[in-house]
């Protein structure tokens, strides 16, 4: 078996956000061990109509990039808001804050960046009101 490469389904790896108790948010699965990638990592988001994900999260080194597959949304950086619809892409150094906010049908996203061990800060109850 080659370590140069591998192939998994997205619907293989493990829904972390039921297994933690964050079912009524969507899903998330985290695919980086999954796949054997050491320094990338992938996400896939899907975020139930209305929710936001419950945390804004910011970064000492990793730079990140996320793909809205369908649905819509918005995307909170820092203090801005931005609407979000499908084939829309949002680059995010790692300092600002951000979190999402599916819309009235739902939003599905791809996360990818570096991977850094330990780097990211979750902020709980970051992204209240409007």
């Known amino acids: 078996m080659s370590t140069d490469y ?5 619907d293989d790896v493990e829904d972390l956000a039921e297994k933690f108790g964050m079912g009524e948010l969507g899903e998330a699965r985290y695919l980086r061990e999954d796949v054997g990638a050491d320094r990338i990592g992938l996400t896939y988001y899907r975020m139930n109509a209305g929710k936001r994900t419950g945390f804004g999260h910011r970064h000492r080194e990793a730079e990140e990039m996320y793909v809205v597959l369908s649905g819509s949304g918005r995307v909170k950086v820092d203090e801005e808001i931005l609407e979000l619809r499908p084939r829309d892409v949002v680059r995010v150094a ?8 599916a819309g009235p ?7 990818t960046g570096t991977h850094v061990e330990g780097d990211g800060e979750m902020l709980q109850e970051w992204w209240t009101g409007d």
């Open 6 to 10: 591998a192939r998994i389904n997205i």
């Open 94 to 101: 790692p300092a600002p804050v951000r979190e999402f906010e």
């Open 105 to 111: 049908e739902g939003m599905e996203l791809l996360a």
